[in-house]
């Protein structure tokens, strides 16, 4: 069980971006984060992962709590070997490595197990990375590169996903398989997954549960039923109702800022 | 036959050379980190080996100075945890410059620990005229200094180890994928720092390698740091900076360069030959400044 109980994320020097947000993540569930661009579903990913220490960032108020232990603010790296792994949103693949190369370097952190076996995991979800293996990763298409996170990310067997954003930039076809992929890993192995998405529709397919955020503030939470059927959901998110079609498609107002201290 | 022989010395030397370029092109690859201090790190390593085999531990003098080598080399990994935590890990996310200004520090401190512990006169490692005979070593009719086996074998050892870590190893995958995204890399559990502390190590090593080298050729003192930055840089931007196996070329292309090209024209301005690389620095930077072997940016559009 993940549970986030009134988390605040302040940013250097003092820009609250997260403004008390409490969830509960129930082991082996599929929970959604929705929200508009710039609500902040990235930013509580990251407060969860121990990534925000890179950009300058840190859990302000409130507590993380992975089963149990409390989890905010520890570096990243401490995170992922607790079985909690991140998936940055526009697909950070190592462009130079193999996409066998660049599997593997996501076991760095899991060295116990056999690489082979490891591989043969994700091979066995995502196929057409088998195929690919010996391509670098940088060549690969928007489609497969998000394949290929995800199975980074699947390969040290974690407990926990955390996926940002993985329907960006893909067409409607590839969205359809990559999420289907994620129910079936989630479904077979037993994995938790915290989904953050713009794509509310697609999200509450597979989700069990939902938290709308909006300005850093949680504003609606229910299961995926209740919340496909709400009708601020419906006007807001889904593009039905009177305002009609809303486009999120919007250019990124925030990149990924490269620098970080310790 | 004196081509070819200048031919063979010149590849022979540039073994050096490219282990020099190594160490520098990792800590830029990996820490994005343009080291002035490589020459220092040769000197302060040439030091350790003269301090080390100095306490003569074994009767024979090869297998001394190479026990000398490995605890001077033990000494290293220690500075290098020192360098990485205190030097450079309070200036991550700073500017570019301010690493440079801190390599520059860094080289500074090395160059002038030396001097003050062991001053400036000559010192040549214990055993010299055993270990590196004047008399030179042949292959058919083929003469090269003796000290130059011992930096073909240090630079094969070195650089065959190394190759197959960064390229086959889950290490060097961790490796590769933190100079290309630390973020992304924290996120599977690899720990940035020790990574960077890692790459200081291999770094001080090699340069500690190529200390025992040029402090046999040249003898023990100060001149041997700027010899070190005056082949390593050249060499790594000929590889292109980023590139390991673009540094050993690199060292091998400017070691040619030097005894065919530097040797011919010596005898018609004499001591030209000590500033080819110079000059083979300033035509590489004019004319290709990203080296012949950098890495080729991925672009998808
Ligand atoms: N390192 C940072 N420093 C300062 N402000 C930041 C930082 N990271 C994010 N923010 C701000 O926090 C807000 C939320 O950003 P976040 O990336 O979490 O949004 P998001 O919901 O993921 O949006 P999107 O759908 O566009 O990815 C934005 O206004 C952004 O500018
Ligand atoms: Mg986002």
Known sequence: MLILNNVEVTFDPFILVVKGVSMEVPEGSIVAILGANGAGKSTILKAISGVIRMERG???????QFNGKRIENLPPEEVAKLGIIYVHEGRSVFEELTVEEDLLAGLYGRRSLDPKDALEFVYNYFPQLKRKRKLKSGLLSGGEQQMLVIG????????????????????????????RTIKQINESEGLTVVLAEQNVRKALEIAEYGYVIEGGRVVLHGTAEKLIRNPDVQNYYLGIGEAGRISYQDVKSYKRRKRWIS | MVLLEMIVMGLAAGTIYGVMALSFVLIYRVGKIVNIAVGDMVLLGAYLIFAFSGLGLVEDPVINLILGLILASIFGLVIAVGTERFLMRPLYGQSILSLIMMTVALGMILRGATIVKWGTVLRVFPGQHEVFPPIPFTIGPIEIPYVYLWSITGAFLIFGSFLYLFRKTLFGFAMRAVSLDPEAAATHGISIKKIYTYTWMIAYVAAFLAGLVLGAINGITVIVSYLGLARALPAALIGGLDSPGGAMLGGLLLGLIEHTVGTFLNAYIPGIRAIIPYIVLLVVLIVKPYGLFGTVRIERV
């Open chain 1, 58 to 64: 840190r859990v302000s108020h409130g507590f993380i």
């Open chain 1, 152 to 179: 980074r990310a699947l390969i040290s067997k974690p407990d926990v996903l955390l996926l940002d954003e993985p329907s960006l930039g893909l067409a409607p076809k590839v969205v359809t398989e990559v999420f």
